[in-house]
T-cell receptor
Framework: GESVGLHLPTLSVQEGDNSIINCAYSNSASDYFIWYKQESGKGPQFIIDIRSNMDKRQGQRVTVLLNKTVKHLSLQIAATQPGDSAVYFCAEKDDYKLSFGAGTTVTVRA | EAGVAQSPRYKIIEKRQSVAFWCNPISGHATLYWYQQILGQGPKLLIQFQNNGVVDDSQLPKDRFSAERLKGVDSTLKIQPAKLEDSAVYLC??????????????FGEGSRLTVL
């Protein structure tokens, strides 16, 4: 069936380095892709989204890349900070339904 | 702006008992969602309301789970009887439009259920 998934469950990053979190999806009908951040004990928080007719979108310290050819989505975090430690989920929206992948746990080393 | 409010934050019950979770969405948000998040997994949609109507409840285990949003504002999710595998965080979210106009859902902090 259709699914959203992340390549790696964990990522350890040195503070100040750039982080890249990857996600593969299989539903070619999805029109939006969204990245969420979830800190321990909290609900997911919206980071950035991208429409299916775009291949790149930038926010504050974050960039999302979409490669529809290989159905791949990535989130790049520039100059990773301790506060970036969290679980990151990619999600895809098909019509009204939002489906989440399993998540990547990012740990920032001081 | 007040966020999505959920209660209780934590609940411990024994299997076969019942439990109810309450959610108050952000004011003006027409769409309300209940997600189940099992430890180590991404949130899974249980039910989605548009005002007081159900948009999608295809993944709601209807033999034991029920949810209502009678006045189109706050919502209650009930589990009766609970099973061990229902141990999870139950997240409520809301958005202005169905699916979020740009996918942006606003989540509450969740209600953590432990079934013993």
């Amino acid at each position: 069936g259709e699914s959203v998934g992340l390549h790696l469950p964990t990522l350890s990053v040195q503070e100040g380095d750039n982080s890249i979190i990857n996600c593969a999806y299989s539903n070619s009908a999805s029109d939006y892709f969204i990245w969420y951040k979830q800190e321990s004990g909290k609900g997911p928080q919206f980071i950035i989204d991208i429409r299916s007719n775009m291949d790149k979108r930038q926010g504050q310290r974050v960039t999302v890349l979409l490669n529809k050819t290989v159905k791949h989505l990535s989130l790049q975090i520039a100059a990773t900070q301790p506060g970036d430690s969290a679980v990151y989920f990619c999600a895809e929206k098909d019509d009204y339904k939002l489906s989440f992948g399993a998540g990547t746990t990012v740990t920032v080393r001081a | 702006e007040a966020g999505v409010a959920q209660s209780p934050r934590y609940k411990i019950i024994e299997k076969r008992q019942s439990v109810a979770f309450w959610c108050n969405p952000i004011s003006g948000h027409a769409t309300l969602y209940w997600y189940q998040q099992i430890l180590g997994q991404g949130p899974k949609l249980l039910i989605q309301f548009q005002n007081n109507g159900v948009v999608d409840d295809s993944q709601l285990p209807k033999d034991r789970f029920s949810a209502e949003r009678l006045k189109g504002v706050d919502s209650t999710l009930k589990i009766q009887p609970a099973k061990l595998e229902d141990s999870a965080v139950y997240l409520c979210a809301s958005s202005l439009a169905s699916g979020g106009a740009n996918g942006e859902l606003f989540f509450g902090e969740g209600s953590r259920l432990t079934v013993l």
